[in-house]
């Protein structure tokens, strides 16, 4: 079984678990299912089989697989709330021939199966659209058609989204140095970085999101975002608001590509500025209920209820492929313009190619990140929003395909998902064209 150090960490009002190697190998996607492992089942639980608070390692393995569908039930939130008089309706048109699709995956030599794909990955819910209908549906574990997963930093990519419509409005200036917005962050290491370098994550910064390492700043700033009770003694900074203006900078911004979770916290505090809205709130009116969310999301927060817009988002299956469906369409649903076309031909488009690769993504070669969207240039197009334990909005223009997976892998980090997921979401589009 997968054993863990430090078993949890606190990033924002979201959990990262921590995974190191094991001679054994984990739970199977069956053996872990919380169902099997009788997570919170009875009236009480026994006392083993509880997952809650104050214990903070519901987010390792396996617990995981209960928590990412009841991440409510463990912390504060604030509801991203949809319109109920605007519901839009899903068509459907299924397509069993989907569930013979055999492939290759990276690296390897033996073709895997439809099953193999959705069990290597701990795939807890899985929608694809093709042409707008919903042509295959699938949910196990502690997911059903009507609940809600925890999209981690696919939050990343509805805050950049956000960002490129006040862009593409002229509500935010790409251009514009942050302190510019934000004079509390004159004196960080962000202060001197413009919103694009912001958005597209080539800021300079000195923050290590090393896991490993128990003196990462990641875990100085887990411990500032939290939202539970500080321990007695804690003279740290408490939330977002308090911890962003103490980060420092490290190097020339626009350089190179870095993946850190805190430029998506400023994204969002520019985000709240520019609009005079905070995230969550931003996202319903401009997002969730002009596209006709069927249900309401939700966010963590910090102690003072800032949304956690690195990673807080929890949102149903199906309200995700509205929002595949939505970007597939440049922001049209019918006639109307929810946003401008230019928002998602921007991110379509990509950003800085050299940048991204001084990072050394060996599964994503030839990609680039644009406004918190991995975009990977391949012949199809593709690009994507996605999240640690595998959760993704795979767009794929060419094959007019959308796929929303929700997973629960054992370890943190696409690196070890992307081998058994990219190649399967190709021969997927490959299939639907052929049709």
Same mark, same amino acid.
């Given at each position: 079984?997968? /054993?863990?150090?430090?078993?949890?960490?606190?990033?924002?009002?979201?959990?990262?678990?921590?995974?190191?190697?094991?001679?054994?190998?984990?739970? =199977?996607?069956?053996?872990?299912?919380?169902?099997? @492992?009788?997570?919170?089942?009875?009236?009480?639980?026994?006392? #083993?089989?509880?997952?809650?608070?104050?214990?903070?390692?519901?987010?390792?393995?396996?617990? %995981?697989?209960?928590?990412?569908?009841?991440?409510? #039930?463990? %912390?504060?939130?604030?509801?991203?709330?949809?319109?109920? @008089?605007?519901? =839009?309706?899903?068509?459907?048109?299924?397509?069993?021939?989907?569930?013979?699709?055999?492939?290759?995956?990276?690296?390897?030599? *033996?073709?895997?199966?439809?099953?193999?794909? %959705?069990?290597?990955?701990?795939?807890?819910?899985?929608?694809?659209?093709?042409?707008?209908?919903?042509?295959?549906?699938?949910?196990?574990?502690? +997911?059903?058609?009507?609940?809600?997963?925890?999209?981690? !930093?696919?939050? /990343? =990519?509805?805050?950049?989204? +956000?960002?490129?419509? +006040?862009? &593409?409005?002229?509500?935010?200036?790409?251009?514009?140095?942050?302190?510019?917005?934000?004079?509390?962050?004159?004196?960080?290491?962000?202060?001197?970085?413009?919103?694009?370098?912001?958005?597209? @994550?080539?800021? &300079?910064?000195?923050?290590?999101?090393?896991?490993?390492?128990?003196?990462?700043?990641?875990?100085?700033? !887990?411990?500032?975002?939290?939202?539970?009770? /500080?321990?007695?003694?804690?003279?740290?900074?408490?939330?977002?608001? #308090?911890?962003?203006?103490?980060?420092?900078?490290?190097?020339?911004?626009? *350089?190179?590509?870095?993946?850190?979770?805190?430029?998506?916290?400023?994204?969002?505090?520019?985000?709240?500025?520019?609009?005079?809205?905070?995230?969550?709130?931003?996202?319903? *009116?401009?997002?969730?209920?002009?596209?006709?969310?069927?249900?309401?999301?939700?966010?963590?927060?910090?102690?003072?209820?800032?949304?956690?817009?690195? $990673?807080?988002?929890?949102?149903?299956?199906?309200?995700? $492929?509205?929002?595949?469906?939505? @970007?597939?369409?440049?922001?049209?649903?019918?006639?109307? #313009?929810?946003?401008?076309?230019?928002?998602?031909?921007?991110?379509?488009?990509?950003?800085?190619?050299?940048?991204? &690769?001084?990072?050394?993504?060996?599964?994503?070669?030839?990609? !680039?990140?644009?406004?918190?969207?991995?975009?990977?240039?391949?012949?199809?197009?593709?690009?994507?929003?996605?999240?640690?334990?595998?959760?993704?909005?795979?767009?794929?223009?060419?094959?007019?395909?959308?796929?929303?997976?929700?997973?629960?892998?054992?370890?943190?980090?696409?690196?070890?998902?992307?081998?058994?997921?990219?190649?399967?979401?190709?021969?997927?589009?490959?299939?639907?064209?052929? /049709?």
């Amino acid at each position: 079984m997968l /054993k863990h150090v430090g078993v949890v960490a606190l990033s924002g009002s979201m959990i990262l678990s921590l995974g190191c190697a094991s001679a054994n190998p984990p739970l =199977s996607a069956e053996q872990s299912d919380p169902k099997v @492992m009788g997570w919170m089942q009875g009236f009480p639980p026994a006392v #083993e089989k509880r997952v809650m608070q104050p214990d903070s390692n519901f987010f390792s393995f396996p617990k %995981l697989r209960w928590s990412v569908c009841h991440m409510r #039930e463990l %912390l504060p939130t604030a509801n991203v709330a949809r319109d109920p @008089m605007q519901a =839009s309706a899903l068509t459907y048109a299924l397509d069993d021939g989907i569930e013979s699709i055999t492939y290759t995956p990276i690296g390897g030599d *033996e073709a895997l199966t439809w099953q193999d794909f %959705l069990a290597k990955n701990y795939t807890d819910g899985l929608l694809i659209m093709h042409k707008g209908q919903v042509v295959y549906e699938y949910t196990t574990g502690c +997911l059903d058609k009507h609940g809600k997963h925890a999209a981690m !930093s696919m939050t /990343k =990519s509805m805050t950049g989204l +956000l960002a490129q419509i +006040l862009v &593409a409005e002229g509500a935010l200036d790409e251009n514009a140095l942050v302190s510019s917005v934000i004079p509390e962050l004159e004196g960080s290491g962000f202060g001197d970085a413009t919103v694009r370098q912001v958005m597209d @994550m080539t800021t &300079a910064i000195q923050f290590s999101e090393n896991y490993a390492d128990p003196n990462a700043d990641i875990w100085t700033y !887990s411990r500032a975002a939290s939202p539970l009770p /500080k321990p007695e003694g804690y003279t740290g900074p408490n939330g977002y608001f #308090e911890y962003l203006p103490t980060v420092q900078k490290n190097g020339e911004h626009g *350089e190179a590509f870095g993946y850190r979770t805190v430029n998506s916290d400023v994204l969002g505090w520019l985000i709240a500025r520019a609009s005079g809205q905070p995230v969550h709130q931003l996202l319903s *009116e401009r997002i969730w209920q002009p596209m006709g969310a069927a249900y309401d999301a939700y966010m963590n927060v910090d102690a003072l209820g800032t949304p956690f817009a690195g $990673g807080g988002l929890s949102a149903n299956l199906y309200d995700l $492929g509205r929002v595949g469906q939505l @970007m597939l369409a440049q922001g049209q649903l019918g006639e109307t #313009e929810v946003f401008p076309r230019e928002v998602v031909q921007a991110i379509a488009a990509g950003g800085d190619k050299k940048a991204f &690769a001084k990072a050394g993504y060996t599964t994503l070669p030839g990609g !680039s990140y644009k406004s918190m969207w991995w975009v990977f240039h391949n012949a199809n197009g593709a690009y994507a929003a996605r999240g640690v334990h595998g959760q993704t909005i795979y767009i794929d223009p060419t094959a007019e395909m959308v796929i929303v997976r929700f997973a629960s892998f054992p370890q943190a980090g696409n690196a070890a998902i992307d081998p058994t997921s990219l190649p399967a979401y190709q021969a997927i589009a490959d299939y639907l064209v052929a /049709k």
